[in-house]
């Protein structure tokens, strides 16, 4: 049995990332994505830049959706790079925790499901975090 614990849904602006990676650089990606995310950034940005901005999109709009989900916002245990967007063998988008974060997800027997999207000028997410029983 599970009770829906939380939803969070953003809409990110990617100009308004693309603007905010070219005014701080790398040090801005590197704030929002974890250790395997930025690798796989500089791999997209190396041979499709603006995939790579995109890609950085998504992930912010889908760590604010968690965050809204789970009713922290940014602060501990939330963090950017605690949170993980992460791929299922079938390409579905799936939350990895890490830290201090994923202790307390844990210790509250919850799990999330995430959707995400991107077109021309705007990411989106949704997240719904349910509580699981036994």
Same mark, same amino acid.
């Given at each position: 049995?599970s @009770?829906?614990?939380?939803?969070?849904?953003?809409?990110?602006?990617?100009?308004?990332?693309?603007?905010?990676?070219?005014?701080?650089?790398?040090?801005?990606?590197l704030?929002?994505? &974890?250790?395997?995310?930025?690798?796989?950034?500089?791999?997209?940005?190396?041979?499709?830049?603006?995939?790579?901005?995109?890609?950085?999109?998504?992930?912010?709009?889908?760590?604010?959706?968690? &965050?809204?989900?789970?009713?922290?916002?940014?602060?501990?245990?939330?963090?950017?790079?605690?949170?993980?967007?992460?791929?299922?063998?079938?390409?579905?988008?799936?939350?990895?925790?890490?830290?201090?974060?994923?202790?307390?997800?844990? @210790?509250? @027997?919850?799990?999330?499901?995430v959707?995400?999207?991107?077109?021309?000028?705007?990411?989106?997410?949704?997240?719904?975090?349910?509580?699981?029983?036994?």
């Amino acid at each position: 049995m599970s @009770q829906i614990y939380g939803i969070g849904t953003d809409i990110c602006d990617i100009r308004r990332i693309r603007a905010a990676y070219e005014r701080h650089g790398e040090r801005f990606a590197l704030k929002v994505l &974890s250790e395997a995310e930025m690798q796989t950034f500089r791999a997209r940005s190396a041979r499709w830049p603006d995939r790579g901005v995109r890609f950085l999109a998504t992930r912010f709009s889908v760590k604010e959706a968690f &965050s809204k989900a789970i009713g922290m916002g940014m602060r501990m245990p939330m963090t950017w790079r605690h949170c993980e967007v992460g791929r299922m063998p079938s390409g579905q988008p799936t939350i990895v925790l890490h830290g201090a974060l994923k202790d307390w997800f844990a @210790q509250r @027997q919850l799990r999330a499901h995430v959707s995400l999207s991107d077109e021309s000028d705007y990411a989106t997410s949704h997240v719904i975090v349910e509580q699981l029983f036994a």
